[in-house]
C-alpha cells in the first residue's frame, strides 16, 4: 500500500480524496434513486379520484388517491381533505402551494451535493496535475540534465492520473444530478397539475 502511495507522488492525497468524494456520490445516488423512483407515480389513482370527485362521490375518491403515495397523491389527497373539511379560496390555494414547496424542497435534497461534486472533483482532479508538474520538472532540474525521458514520462503521467480521476468522479455525479432535477421538475409539474385540477373541478360545481 505504502508503495502504491509512493508511486502516486503528490497525487497520492488529491486521488485519496477523490475516492471519498465518489463513495460519497454513490451513496447519494444511490438514496435519491431510491426516494425519487416513485415521485412519477400514481397517474391512475389520481385521474380515478379525479372522476369519482367529478361524479360527486367525495368518500371514494379520497379512498382512491390514498393509494397513491407521490408527492402529488399526497397534496391531492390534503386538497380532497380541505375541501370536505370546508377550506377553499386563497387560504386552500397557498396552503397547497406551500406544501408543494416542502415537496419540491425534500425532493431536492442532496441534489446540490451532487452538483457539487461534479463541479469541485474536475478541480482536484487539475490541482493534482499541477502540483504533480511542478514535482516532475523539480526532479528534473535537481538531475541537471541527467534525467532520461522515461524518468519525466513516469512524473507526467502521475499527474495527469489525478485529472482522469477527478473526471471520472464527476462525470457520474453531474449526469445523476441533471437526471434527477429533471424528474423533479416533472413530480413538480404533476403537484400542480394535480392540484388545479380538483380545485377546477369543485368550484366548476
Do not use: C, H
Request: aromatic letters at 4%; a neutral charge.
Amino acid at each position: 500500500m505504502s508503495g502504491t502511495w509512493d508511486m502516486l507522488g503528490t497525487g497520492g492525497p488529491v486521488i485519496a480524496l477523490l475516492a471519498l468524494m465518489s463513495l460519497l456520490s454513490v451513496t447519494v445516488i444511490a438514496v435519491k434513486l431510491i426516494q425519487l423512483w416513485p415521485v412519477r407515480s400514481g397517474a391512475a389513482a389520481r385521474e380515478q379520484a379525479l372522476d369519482l370527485w367529478r361524479d360527486g362521490d367525495r368518500a371514494r375518491a379520497q379512498q382512491s388517491i390514498e393509494t397513491d403515495r407521490s408527492p402529488a397523491g399526497r397534496v391531492m389527497g390534503y386538497a380532497m381533505q380541505a375541501l370536505q373539511d370546508g377550506l377553499r379560496g386563497p387560504l386552500l390555494q397557498d396552503e397547497l402551494q406551500r406544501r408543494g414547496n416542502e415537496e419540491v424542497s425534500r425532493m431536492n435534497s442532496l441534489i446540490r451535493l451532487l452538483e457539487l461534486i461534479a463541479m469541485v472533483a474536475p478541480l482536484l482532479g487539475l490541482l493534482g496535475t499541477v502540483l504533480g508538474m511542478i514535482q516532475s520538472f523539480q526532479e528534473l532540474e535537481l538531475a541537471q540534465g541527467a534525467a532520461n525521458a522515461s524518468v519525466l514520462a513516469g512524473g507526467i503521467w502521475q499527474a495527469l492520473l489525478t485529472t482522469a480521476a477527478g473526471l471520472l468522479v464527476a462525470i457520474p455525479a453531474a449526469v445523476a444530478a441533471g437526471l434527477f432535477a429533471a424528474r423533479i421538475d416533472a413530480a413538480a409539474q404533476a403537484i400542480e397539475s394535480a392540484a388545479g385540477r380538483l380545485l377546477l373541478i369543485d368550484g366548476s360545481r
